[in-house]
């Protein structure tokens, strides 16, 4: 069995640089959600897509931040001229649509951090 | 607008004892309603989740919650706290269809000896 797969697990990058970050969701899920979870805090949503597209997006992506599903499969989520403020745990999750509520299965997350 | 609130940052059982941990939320919609736990370094795993119908729930590793809608609270519970229960747990709310999940700032269950 294949949960969701995150890499890299850990990424430290100077302040300034463009960091990417892969999720691969469990196969056959439709839906895939990225989080952003800081030092203390429960995770926060970033955005999610259905299928390839893009159907939500928090405030807190922003410009600096992109993310995209293009076959529907994996997703990668791209944070541009990083700040200290970026560092945190990224954290991806799946789920398949099937009526009712879609469990949403987490993946390890990214760990970044910003020198 | 949905929130989660959990009370209590830090929790400390005794081997043995009762685990209770509190959430209580806020929601414009019936929630759906879940507990999460993240052990160091890891993702998150699912205890347990209300979505409809009873409102006791059980979960995994033994652990219970109950939906109570008058006091829009969802407390997790667990007769007898082992050490591998150490970690962090959190709260979240999620609406209808299966969107975005807003979560509780944890609680960080410690079980001693």
């Known amino acids: 069995d294949t949960g969701v797969s995150q890499d890299p697990r850990h990424k430290i990058t100077k302040r300034g640089q463009n960091v990417t970050f892969r999720c691969d969701p469990i196969?056959?899920?439709?839906?895939l959600y990225w989080y952003r979870q800081t030092l203390g805090q429960g995770p926060e949503f970033l955005t999610y897509f259905q299928n390839e597209a893009q159907l939500e997006k928090s405030r807190l992506l922003s410009d600096r931040f992109s993310a995209e599903r293009p076959k529907g499969s994996f997703s990668t989520l791209e944070i541009q001229r990083t700040e200290q403020g970026d560092s945190a745990m990224y954290l991806c999750?799946?789920?398949?649509?099937?009526?009712?509520?879609?469990?949403?299965?987490f993946g390890p997350g990214t760990r970044l951090t910003v020198l | 607008a949905q929130s989660v609130t959990q009370l209590g940052s830090h929790v400390s059982v005794s081997e043995g004892a009762l685990v209770l941990l509190r959430c209580n939320y806020s929601s414009s919609v019936p929630p759906y309603l879940f507990w999460y736990v993240q052990y160091p370094n890891q993702g998150l795993q699912l205890l347990l989740k209300?979505?409809?119908?009873?409102?006791l729930v059980k979960g995994i590793n033994g652990f219970e919650a109950e939906f109570k809608k008058s006091e829009t609270s969802f407390h997790l519970t667990k007769p007898s706290a082992h050490m591998s229960d150490a970690a962090e747990y959190f709260c979240?709310?999620?609406?209808?269809?299966?969107?975005?999940?807003?979560f509780g700032t944890g609680t960080q269950l410690k079980v001693e000896l």
């Open positions: 209300y979505t409809t119908g009873a409102t």
């Open positions: 196969s056959e899920h439709n839906r």
């Open positions: 979240a709310v999620g609406t209808g269809g299966g969107n975005k999940l807003t």
């Open positions: 999750a799946s789920s398949l649509t099937s009526g009712g509520y879609n469990e949403q299965f």
